[in-house]
């Protein structure tokens, strides 16, 4: 069998539905990182990702899947590199009123991270989520509770260039050039992670499917140009009323160099600690790094 067949044979499985929970080998002939290749399993017909938890991530996926949600829950619904840490520090100010960083790292509230689910059952509400996930893992309960979604959408180029670079932390391949990147992470089956466009076409699928429910989209490109309209619109779809002078105080708060500060003086969750988490390259945060 050649390497362009078995992707292949990867790929058609992902389409038929669920599978259990074995390793799967696959060929590497873009030279990915062997911990970014696909290895299964399927829910919902989308392959899951690893999760740094103590369950098996199928197992996991199915309890976030099946999570109770409440009718003023958040989600932040985002494609990695797509400004989750920055959109999630808005709305903490937001929901706070004040222009400080929230205490705790974006991941204590990304639910593929979160290891003892039960717990958010304690949280106070209203609680706002966070998450990489495709729309067909996260929790069902969203379009019963109308839970509001906060969705980021960056220009896919300076996703992939980000993507890349995140990639490459502490992994020296001469053959992962960003040519071999870009072939992988445009073959359906072959990275771990789902490529942008099958993330935008499920978002796409789910707004078809559910024409009434709430959801805020937000460009990246946008929210670095122009942020403070922005952050008014956001503050309104989340039912909070702030001024526009708190608004550009938020937006000064949460500009990157005053995020990267702040990231650097807080902990990941303790789950974290021996998982392959790279740094976030963002590339100072600049527009149209494609090189």
Known sequence: MSESEGITETAEEIKTGDSDNSVRQQSNPYYFPQDALYKGPVLNGVRIVDCPVSD????????????????????????????THWVAEIVHMLLTGS?????????????????????????????????????????????EKNVKIIHLIRNPKDTAVSFYHDMRQGYDAEKFTFDNFLKGYTTEGYMGFP?????LRQMTQFERDNPGHSIMHIH???????PVPIIQELAEYIGVTVGREFCQDVATACCFEQLKKASDDRDLPENLATFNLTSIYRKGGYINPWT
Not at 69 to 83: E, L, Q, S, T, V
Not at 195 to 199: H, I, L, R, S
Not at 220 to 226: A, G, N, R, S, V
């Open 56 to 83: 098996d991530s199928l197992t996991h996926m199915k309890k976030i899947r099946n999570l109770s949600m409440r009718n003023n829950d958040m989600i932040i619904a985002a494609y990695p590199k797509c400004g």
């Open 99 to 143: 222009a400080e960083y929230s205490a705790r790292s974006k991941e204590h509230a990304m639910l593929e991270f979160i290891p003892d689910l039960s717990a958010l059952d304690q949280m106070t509400s209203p609680r706002l989520f966070n998450s990489h996930l495709c729309m067909a893992h996260l929790p069902a309960q969203i379009v």
């Open 220 to 226: 990246y490109e946008d929210l670095k140009k122009t």
């Open 195 to 199: 490529a942008q466009f099958d993330y």
